[in-house]
């Protein structure tokens, strides 16, 4: 092993040649064949300058660690976690080995084999990925399994979730998971990938032209408005704006995750209750958001769209839109293809 790194050098008690002296701690290049392909990896061996031959030589868990290293750099090249960072990721939620495998629905053993010894498959990999992405499904698997915890473990594993996201990131991140499924182009989403800093912008912007108009956005009337944006996008320019989903229901077309949208950050809102059942959701743009430039063909869309339905009532904006063929040839609760937009009303 003529091509090594020294790491350090230590006095020690040689196995080789039976005498006490400094010892070089080496690490150096070598292979390992795993699951039939050969993986390069660093390893770790001592060295003793006293012997000619057989000089190398391993101590305590030190042929562990070196196999462990194999079994990550092979994790590496086919873009698996580590080791390593699947123990960080357990660690970030404070949960032992047996908790975070419990969480997940595995073995209770699982993920301490997946630290040590064992490469996870991919479908596994992925899991421990999105909970680490979003960690509001972490809860959610918590409340489906809390009978696996003690109720002081639950609550505690629960405040250590929270800890690590607020209530808003919370509706955020709900926001992004109802979303996963469409992240590629196609009729639902008119050819337009959802971006979570673009569509809060977006709002931004429809919040504060409607109140230089002198008119108070309200909740239904602007999911109708990032409807008719995204639809006469879409009939213009076969690409919708926003990237948002709609689905047909009773009072007119209504993106996937129309409550989380109330919580991005460039926007906030006053519940008001009407009846005893109803409430209306007044939107206004945050004091502290500054508005980003809009591409000048998008703000001409939104600005055509405001113009038309800011004296709009919810009822009239929801009835003027049941007339819409995009609307009466869906079901109720089924996505609304945008090539049904194609027909629509000109104003």
Same mark, same amino acid.
């Given at each position: ?44 061996y001592y060295f003793c300058g006293n012997s000619i031959e057989n000089n190398c030589f391993t101590k305590d868990n030190m042929i562990f660690e070196n196999l462990l290293t194999a079994k990550d750099a092979y994790r590496k ?72 915890f003690t109720y002081e473990r639950y609550n505690e594993i629960k405040n250590n979730i929270r800890d690590i996201i607020n209530e808003d990131d919370v509706k955020i991140n709900i926001l992004k998971v109802k979303y996963i ?23 931004? %912007?429809?919040? $504060?032209?409607?109140? =230089? #108009? ?6 239904? !009337?602007?999911? &109708?408005?990032?409807? @008719? ?9 076969n690409k919708a704006i926003t990237g948002l989903v709609y689905v047909h229901e009773n009072y007119g077309a209504l993106p996937i995750g129309h409550d989380e949208i109330m919580y991005l950050p460039s926007i906030r809102f ?18 502290? %958001?500054?508005? $980003?430039?809009?591409? =000048? #063909? ?6 055509? !769209?405001?113009? &038309?339905?800011?004296? @709009? ?35």
């Amino acid at each position: 092993m003529e091509n090594y790194k020294l790491l350090k050098k230590e006095i020690m008690l040689c196995p080789i040649c039976g005498e006490e002296h400094e010892i070089e701690l080496r690490e150096s290049n070598a292979t390992m064949t795993i699951k039939e392909e050969e993986i390069t990896y660093k390893e770790k061996y001592y060295f003793c300058g006293n012997s000619i031959e057989n000089n190398c030589f391993t101590k305590d868990n030190m042929i562990f660690e070196n196999l462990l290293t194999a079994k990550d750099a092979y994790r590496k090249e086919k873009n698996l976690l580590t080791s390593k960072e699947i123990k960080e990721i357990r660690n970030k939620f404070k949960l032992t080995q047996a908790e975070f495998s419990i969480l997940l629905g595995l073995g209770e053993i699982t993920i301490t084999r997946y630290e040590t010894k064992q490469i996870q498959d991919v479908s596994i990999d992925q899991i421990i990925k999105f909970v680490n992405s979003y960690p509001i499904i972490l809860l959610e698997y918590l409340e489906e399994r809390k009978d696996k915890f003690t109720y002081e473990r639950y609550n505690e594993i629960k405040n250590n979730i929270r800890d690590i996201i607020n209530e808003d990131d919370v509706k955020i991140n709900i926001l992004k998971v109802k979303y996963i499924k469409y992240d590629k182009e196609n009729e639902e989403n008119g050819n337009c990938i959802l971006n979570i800093d673009k569509l809060s912008n977006y709002l931004a %912007y429809i919040a $504060k032209s409607m109140k =230089d #108009k002198g008119v108070v956005l309200k909740k239904v !009337v602007l999911m &109708k408005l990032l409807w @008719y944006i995204d639809s006469i996008s879409y009939k213009k320019n076969n690409k919708a704006i926003t990237g948002l989903v709609y689905v047909h229901e009773n009072y007119g077309a209504l993106p996937i995750g129309h409550d989380e949208i109330m919580y991005l950050p460039s926007i906030r809102f006053e519940k008001k209750q009407l009846e005893e059942d109803q409430y209306q959701y007044n939107i206004y743009v945050r004091k502290d %958001y500054k508005i $980003k430039k809009i591409d =000048d #063909k998008e703000r001409e869309i939104i600005d055509k !769209v405001i113009s &038309k339905f800011k004296t @709009y009532k919810s009822s009239e904006i929801s009835n003027y839109m049941h007339q819409e063929d995009a609307y009466k040839k869906t079901l109720l609760a089924q996505v609304i293809p945008f090539t049904l937009t194609k027909t629509l009303k000109d104003f």
